[in-house]
């Protein structure tokens, strides 16, 4: 049984990559401004985040409880966000995949998300 949520999980992972690879692979041959868009709302995600937490260590000290909660507050801003701007809401959701991953304690992951969210991020930079 064990090994049944072991697959599981792993497949939940891949499609978690597959899901961030195909936005990131459309980002690189898309406009400046859908790039601008889409790191605008990763860095705003990342401003709510950081604001909240000041660092990583900070979150992963939250009871699991409080990490949900907080996955859930950013994926409401997100879907509020994405209302008026999807490019922005698709930064949301993006940066909220790096958040599950550091929740998952897979640092291996978090870390390849959070290097491409940084070059996202720096294309709306001024």
């Known amino acids: 049984m064990f090994g049944f949520l072991k ?6 992972r891949q499609e978690t990559i597959d899901q961030f690879n195909s936005a990131i692979e459309k980002l690189k041959i ?21 604001k909240k937490f000041e660092d990583v260590s900070n979150f992963q000290l939250l009871p699991k409880a409080e990490k949900i909660n907080f996955v859930q507050d950013l994926a409401t801003t997100g879907d ?16 909220k995949m790096w958040i599950v991953a550091i929740m998952q304690e897979d640092m291996e992951l978090a870390k390849y998300f959070s290097e491409n969210l940084s070059n996202i991020s720096k294309s709306c930079d001024i």
């Open 7 to 12: 697959k599981r999980a792993e497949r939940a």
């Open 30 to 50: 898309a406009d400046e401004s859908v790039n601008f868009s889409v790191g605008h709302g990763i860095n705003m995600a990342s401003s709510f985040f950081f």
């Open 80 to 95: 509020e966000v994405r209302k008026k701007d999807q490019l922005m809401g698709l930064g949301f959701s993006l940066f």
